[in-house]
């Protein structure tokens, strides 16, 4: 299964973030929701359930044409990009599977040919460590380091 969940359906994208293990504030709606109004882009949940494994993954969509690069070039709802919320981000995995990842990104590619989205930028979560699911799929680059204190104690 791969669904999108559109911002307006906001039990449903809750459910869902919330029934994942790892999941945290960077994943809501209310986290999302003010990158919509300021940054003009259209934000969704692209949920994959394949065989083992399940995923969901949170994209703000951006018209190209809006960035001062292509304003006079591109024209407008016409092309693309997709990328997560400034944060930690990336998909939540659940019992990750590559057969499952290979099929996941199989419908995410299909998904932006037929939606115009030429380009996608993800910010992992350095605490999860989602990036290592993908490693054999997209090319990684680390930039800074985390640092975190445990304040349990």
Known sequence: MFKI????NEIEWNEIINSFENSDVYYTREYVKPFAIYEKSKPY???FKGKKMRLSYVVLKYDIADDFHFKSILEKDKYYDIQT???YGGPL???????DTKEFFEKLNLYAKENNIVSQFL???PLIE???YFEDFIKTKTFKQTV???LES
């Open 5 to 8: 969940i559109p911002f307006e």
């Open 45 to 47: 949940l692209i949920y």
């Open 85 to 87: 919320p400034y944060g």
């Open 93 to 99: 995995v659940e019992n990750y599977n590559k057969e």
């Open 123 to 125: 910010r992992f979560h």
């Open 130 to 132: 989602n990036h290592k």
């Open 148 to 150: 975190y204190l445990d």
